[in-house]
Nanobody
């Protein structure tokens, strides 16, 4: 069973930066895409960013494009999210996930086998 452990969240002032990490375990993840999602209070979970196994295909939600950067370390089965110029609207619980389907599909379907506990990001104004 796939296990996902997110970390790196916290309280940050608007305009600041955070780096989130997510370690995946439970199987080998060759050719798996990885992605980040978030859920704000009272809202549905939404797509943030996704990256292919090779790292050559990357996708972002329009709301974070130019501010967030997704990357991965396949040797560690870990995906990262560098968050710069954060804004109060970025406040949410951030989750990661993995799947063999193309990363471009992550924004259209949030159906995954399971989710981790997430990491809370709070941006103060």
């Amino acid at each position: 069973q796939v296990q996902l452990v997110e970390s790196g969240g916290g309280l940050v002032q608007a305009g600041g930066s955070l780096r989130l990490s997510c370690a995946a375990s439970g199987r080998t993840f060759i050719n798996y895409a990885m992605g980040w999602f978030r859920q704000a209070p009272g809202k549905e979970r939404e797509f943030v960013a996704a990256i292919s196994w090779s790292g050559l295909s990357i996708y972002y939600a329009d709301s974070v494009k130019g501010r967030f950067t997704i990357s991965r370390d396949n040797a560690k089965s870990t995906v990262y999210l560098q968050m710069n110029s954060v804004q109060p609207e970025d406040t949410a619980v951030y989750y990661c996930n993995v799947d063999r389907r193309p990363p471009a599909t992550f924004k259209d379907s949030l159906k995954f086998g399971s989710w981790g506990q997430g990491t809370q990001v709070t941006v103060s104004s």
